[in-house]
């Protein structure tokens, strides 16, 4: 094992981090409809949960509501019971072989449970870049210890990995920075 090898390691950790991040922040909602929030809807088919994107096309069909068109039509009752089910706040309406689901506006303090929501999820993702971090000094105090590179080699690896933690921090915040002007946009 390398600094190289701490470095790339930590670095991709800390995006996987972000990742993580930016796919818990789309679940958010705010008072636009959008199609990923019905992402981790699970639908009973043929006895397993499937995804729901797997059973049905799901779209925009205006700013506050999202069509859902079941592949297979004798499914539609099971969707719209499993969206219901989801505990999103959402509430489901058949329309022939469409389902309609509007997303009502949201309240006011519903908006700054969502802006604590958000800053939550941040707060974990900065924990874990900073674990990751932790981890990658730990690497290169090993390597000192087995003098595979010399202190000032670990030292200035220390400083990089530091940057690499600093700058995924400020892009945590950035997103969430927007992320919280978006909930709260009425």
């Known amino acids: ?23 818990d922040l789309a679940k958010v909602r705010t008072g636009r409809a959008h199609t990923g929030i019905l992402d981790h809807v699970m639908v009973e088919y043929y006895g397993s949960p499937t995804a729901l994107s797997q059973v049905a096309n799901v779209t925009l069909m ?39 689901v509007p997303t009502p506006p949201l309240t006011e303090e519903r908006r700054k449970e ?3 929501l958000v800053k939550s999820e941040a707060e974990d993702a900065k924990i ?12 290169l105090k090993k390597l000192v210890k087995d003098k595979a590179i010399s202190e000032d080699d670990e030292r200035r690896a220390v400083d990089e990995v530091q940057k690499l933690t600093d700058k995924f921090i400020a892009d945590i915040d950035k997103m969430v920075t927007e992320k919280e002007k978006e909930v709260l946009t009425v």
């Open 62 to 100: 205006d700013a506050r509501t999202i069509g859902v068109q079941p592949f297979e039509k004798k499914m539609a009752s099971t969707i719209e019971k499993a969206i219901r089910d989801a505990d999103l706040g959402l509430n489901p309406s058949s329309q022939g072989d469409m389902i309609r």
């Open 1 to 23: 094992m390398s600094v190289a090898d701490v470095k790339k390691n930590a670095q991709e950790r800390m995006t996987k981090s972000l990742e993580t991040l930016r796919a």
């Open 128 to 139: 874990a870049v900073r674990n990751i971090r932790r981890d990658g000094n730990e690497g």
């Open 114 to 116: 969502m802006v604590k």
